[in-house]
């Protein structure tokens, strides 16, 4: 896991807990947006890390069909 990805997830832990929080307090109406904010970060993360799995995945079919090339 990268660093950048990382902190996107630690990020959108830390705004959960923090609307939590903030729901006790001042109702869902006050943390609806930092909700919503953790949920953004949280499919942002999702975004990266499968556009990450799939151009490693590329990248191997790509080095299987290079090294089968050079066996013949």
Do not use: C, Q
């Not at 729901?23 to 006050?30: D, P, Q, S």
């Not at 609806?32 to 995945?57: C, G, I, Q, S």
Request: glycine residues 4%.
């Amino acid at each position: 896991m990268k660093i950048s990805s990382a902190i996107l997830l630690s990020l959108a832990a830390a705004l959960v807990v923090i609307g939590a929080h903030l729901t006790i307090k001042a109702g869902i109406v006050a943390s609806y947006p930092l909700f919503m904010f953790a949920v953004v970060l949280l499919f942002w993360h999702m975004y990266r890390k499968n556009k990450l799995e799939e151009t490693e995945m590329n990248d191997k079919k790509s080095n299987k069909g290079k090294s089968k090339r050079k066996k013949n």
